[in-house]
């Protein structure tokens, strides 16, 4: 037994042993291996970190900008040395930077959408927008590529700048185009061929030689003009041997067969040698340019709108007839009826200009349907016509004559359902008894026509010396009316405007005084007419808008501040595409509130200029300033207009307040319109109150504000001043 546990003793140190042997011979193939792994893991990191060092050299050494953004937020995350050079930033700069920041403002939502529809599989290329840290524009191509960077999804941006080259590309392509939207025929010609070949025409050019473009191609010169005499094209390729430009109008036929006028210009192209390589050429029709010649002399001597003579035509026309009735035995008159049509503008604003002209040339069919054959209906100006009569009778029958041009005009015009109407001044003048030439007759014809409008318009009026008289003073009138302008002359007097329920001065109405006119002119409706007519309303009515204002501010300053100041403006001042910003200059320079003035403008010059006082009431309006209706009751308002415009007042005309005690029709229509003030959100002011009992009445009918003599004649700022210092009428007659 003990031999068999020595036994198994023995084996057991054996396989002990064997164990040990084994477990050496493992370690020692792990370590081998282990060692072989290493050096294995060492050369590939070896070759990794030269691969890397090379990606990297390729990568920041690259000539284009290579740079990765974050796929969600677009920030920089890497950039090249190309990237920072290219848009001007450095790099801790970009690193702080999102695609955003280097795209213009206009299109970031553009660009916002097109990185929205990125697809993150697929490789993206197009044309961006960005610009530099400097400000310069750029135009560049984008590869985007989808990478993960250190686990992030990014893009991967390689950009060529193509921004030269696109704009290169657009100029050749707008020249193409230009050449080829260009109305004229333009062709180029090949100089290497005796004859010459065509290798570029524009559309135009087809057209111009009634061919295709195809056709054309390749063609000589000869050939591409051969719808034009040879002899012409033959003299312009001889010319072009012996210069360097030259130029023919050729005649030829049009596509109707009718005739045709072409002017050819032909330019030679140098190559580097200075050697004639081709030949460009423009081709212009100028057949309307023919024809607008040849009807010069008809157009120099007729209105093209009606086909009618003009003045010159007139004038000679006229010269001619009295030269033949001055002849010995020649007899008779020669009349002139110099006519206008009232009120032509308010066809043109109600129309526009296209119903004027069809109204001119309607009623300048009818009126050479209503003349005789051997007289002249002339138009010698833009709304006026004359008509000139040999022999026609008898004053009687010249205004016979007159009446049935009159009925023209009491038959409207159809255009676009509107009905247009007018009515005509005429103004009469004969040879001998009013002149002995054509200018003379047609001057003092001219002058009468002006009296007619003058009394109303619809009127036939006869030529006389008193008549001659009224214009020569008018004619005085305007030119003291000029040195008084221009010396700042006038004056203003201030009329007070009273609240009824206060019994205070509220504000005044500035009104113009002329003090070193002569008596028969200081009235202003004698002056006022004038100054409209002639246009110098405008520059009066801004010396009243700025001395007023003046005035305003210093009363505001030192005795009144609340005190409001009222206007009037005339229909040429609101016609004025400038007023209100006149109005707000003038307020401003002044330190005034737009509140503090009223622009008050009469109920017929609203109405009968509506359409081009509207648009500047509604800028005053705009701006704050307040405005008001003058003599409100007078006129003939539509309630619609007047309910669209942007009135803070009305004024009732005094011709009913004065009557409020004399007539009970009177009374009624001053509670009427009182009440039709207030339904409108305005305030009713009664003007021209002069007695204690129209002031009553006013009370009882609730009008609120009035002014006349009863409380304050008009007076200069020197009297005004006290009267605002202690609150009282000029007249003493309000209880304070």
């Excluded at 340019?289 to 006229?318: I, S, V, W």
């Excluded at 300048?364 to 016509?385: K, S, Y």
């Excluded at 001053?670 to 009445?697: C, F, I, K, Y």
Aim: a negative charge.
């Amino acid at each position: 037994m003990r031999d068999d546990r020595r036994a198994r003793e023995r084996q057991l140190r054996l396989a002990r042993r064997r164990a040990r042997l084994e477990q050496q011979r493992l370690a020692h193939l792990a370590r081998r291996r282990l060692r072989t792994r290493d050096a294995r893991l060492a050369t590939a990191r070896t070759e990794l970190d030269e691969s890397a060092a090379l990606y990297r050299e390729l990568f920041t050494n690259n000539p284009l900008p290579l740079y990765v953004v974050d796929r969600q937020t677009t920030r920089f995350l890497e950039m090249n040395r190309a990237t920072t050079d290219h848009y001007e930033f450095s790099r801790d700069e970009l690193l702080e930077m999102t695609l955003r920041d280097i795209e213009p403002v206009s299109e970031l939502a553009g660009a916002d959408a097109r990185r929205a529809a990125l697809s993150g599989a697929l490789i993206h290329t197009g044309v961006w927008r960005h610009v530099t840290r400097t400000g310069r524009s750029l135009e560049v191509e984008l590869s985007i590529h989808p990478i993960a960077w250190h686990g992030t999804p990014a893009w991967l941006i390689v950009a060529r700048d193509v921004t030269q080259q696109r704009s290169v590309q657009r100029t050749l392509d707008l020249q193409t185009r230009a050449m080829e939207a260009s109305h004229n025929g333009m062709f180029i010609v090949s100089a290497a061929q005796p004859q010459g070949a065509v290798v570029y025409l524009n559309s135009a050019m087809a057209h111009l030689m009634r061919r295709s473009r195809q056709a054309l191609m390749g063609c000589s010169m000869a050939d591409l003009f051969a719808c034009v005499n040879a002899r012409e094209v033959s003299e312009l390729n001889t010319a072009l041997q012996t210069r360097s430009r030259s130029r023919a109008v050729v005649s030829t036929q049009g596509a109707e067969g009718e005739n045709a006028w072409l002017e050819i210009q032909v330019t030679a192209v140098p190559d580097e040698a200075g050697e004639t390589a081709h030949w460009i050429g423009v081709v212009q029709d100028i057949t309307e340019q023919k024809r607008f010649e040849a009807t010069l002399a008809y157009r120099a001597g007729h209105d093209m709108l009606t086909g009618l003579p003009n003045r010159e035509t007139a004038a000679r026309r006229l010269a001619v007839e009295i030269e033949q009735a001055s002849l010995p035995g020649g007899g008779g008159q020669v009349a002139v009826l110099f006519l206008d049509i009232d009120d032509f503008k308010k066809i043109n604003d109600l129309g526009g200009l296209e119903a004027g002209d069809i109204y001119l040339k309607g009623v300048a069919a009818r009126l050479a349907d209503r003349i005789r054959r051997g007289d002249m209906l002339a138009r010698v100006g833009g709304d006026e016509f004359v008509l000139i009569s040999r022999d026609n009778g008898s004053s009687d029958q010249l205004l016979s004559l007159a009446d049935r041009l009159h009925e023209v005009f009491a038959v409207p015009i159809e255009h676009r359902d509107q009905a247009l109407a007018s009515s005509v001044s005429i103004g009469i003048a004969c040879f001998p008894d009013h002149g002995h030439d054509a200018e003379t007759l047609l001057r003092r014809a001219d002058l009468t026509m002006h009296m007619a409008k003058r009394l109303g318009g619809r009127a036939t009026e006869w030529f006389s010396g008193s008549l001659e008289r009224q214009f020569r003073q008018r004619g005085l009138i305007e030119s003291q009316l000029r040195e008084t302008l221009a010396a700042r002359a006038f004056a203003l007097h201030y009329q007070p405007q009273i609240n009824l329920q206060t019994q205070r001065i509220f504000g005044v109405e500035a009104l113009l005084r002329w003090p070193d006119a002569d008596l028969a002119f200081a009235n202003p409706a004698v002056f006022i007419p004038v100054a409209e007519e002639t246009g110098l309303i405008r520059e009066i009515g801004r010396w009243v808008l700025e001395q007023a204002c003046h005035d305003l501010a210093h009363l505001r300053a030192t005795t009144h501040p609340t005190l409001t100041m009222a206007i009037n403006v005339s229909v040429e001042q609101l016609r004025d595409p400038g007023f209100t910003d006149i109005v707000a200059a003038v307020l401003t320079q002044h330190a005034l509130p737009p509140d503090a003035l009223e622009i008050e403008v009469t109920e017929s010059v609203c109405m009968s200029h509506y359409v081009s006082a509207v648009h500047t009431l509604h800028a005053l309006h705009a701006y704050g300033i307040k405005l008001a209706i003058d003599d409100f009751g007078t006129g003939y308002s539509s309630l619609s207009y007047l309910s669209r415009l942007p009135i803070h007042r009305l004024k009732i005309d005094r011709s009913f307040v004065n009557a409020i005690n004399e007539s009970p029709r009177s009374s009624e229509l001053v509670r009427m319109l009182t009440s039709l003030a207030r339904n409108l959100g305005v305030e009713p002011l009664a003007e021209g109150v002069e007695t204690d009992l129209e002031r009553r009445a006013l009370v009882d009918y609730e009008c609120p504000l009035a002014q006349g003599y009863l409380f304050g004649r008009p007076v200069p700022l020197d009297v005004l001043r006290p009267l605002l210092a202690s609150n009282r009428s000029a007249c003493n007659m309000m209880d304070e």
